[in-house]
């Protein structure tokens, strides 16, 4: 089957501009995340959502971050007004559900340079 | 605040050798993850560890969990250059990874 897609898979921007991400998660699996991960260093959580619940923002690094998560399925990741200290890989990553045995799958990323 | 450190965070064996990276975190967790990184791609898991003293083996990788400790640990039996990459442990309750161990095997 499918795994979580991710487009695009680059995108170069210019400061100060805005950028969406987008995820497909895998089919039926209800949790979602958004993961940033700067050249070599580990990863860097920035939203999670489960189902219908009200997602978990703890991690955005400022308001220009925003995501969304349409009908529970596609969500997209928003940075507002870029700066090139935005440039990393955006990586998302889904589950059947939260808080049980399952792992997450990740996406192949997006890798997001700001110039 | 829930910290994830792994080291060594930079290890460079020899093809044949063994040697165990180390996985701390500072929460009660009985659920931990690995995942390894291949340059230029994304994550793929590797163990998913459920409860104390849970152990798991694929081929020469082999981990392992201490709740009690918080504490796990990725053991290389016999390395061999395909082994080379990134490996990643994770709290994944808590969205919590560690910086990584950038594994080099060389001939």
């Known amino acids: 089957g499918a795994g979580v897609s991710q487009s695009p898979s680059n995108k170069v921007t210019e400061k100060g501009k805005d950028v969406e991400l987008r995820c497909d998660p895998i089919s039926g699996h209800t949790a979602l995340y958004w993961y940033r991960q700067s050249l070599g260093q580990g990863l860097e959580f920035l939203i999670y959502f489960q189902g219908n619940s009200a997602p978990d923002k703890s991690g955005l690094p400022s308001d220009r971050f925003s995501a969304e998560r349409t009908g529970g399925s596609v969500s997209t990741l928003t940075i507002q007004r870029t700066q090139q200290e935005d440039s990393a890989v955006y990586l998302c990553a889904s589950s059947l559900q939260q808080d049980t045995a399952n792992e997450q799958f990740f996406g192949p990323g997006t890798r997001l340079t700001v110039l | 605040e829930l910290k994830v450190e792994q080291n060594p965070l930079f290890l460079s064996m020899q093809e044949g050798k063994n040697y165990t990276i180390y996985c701390n975190y500072s929460?009660?967790?009985?659920?931990l993850y690995w995942y390894r990184q291949d340059p230029g791609k994304s994550l793929e898991s590797l163990f998913v560890?459920?409860?104390?003293?849970a152990v798991k083996q694929e081929g020469r990788l082999m981990a392992s969990l201490d709740t009690k400790a918080r504490l796990s640990t990725l053991h290389i039996t016999a390395a061999v250059h395909d082994l080379s990459a990134t490996y990643f442990c994770?709290?994944?309750?808590?969205?919590?990874f560690g910086a990584g161990t950038r594994l080099t095997v060389k001939p």
């Open positions: 560890l459920l409860s104390n003293g």
């Open positions: 929460t009660t967790s009985d659920r």
């Open positions: 994770a709290v994944v309750r808590d969205m919590r």
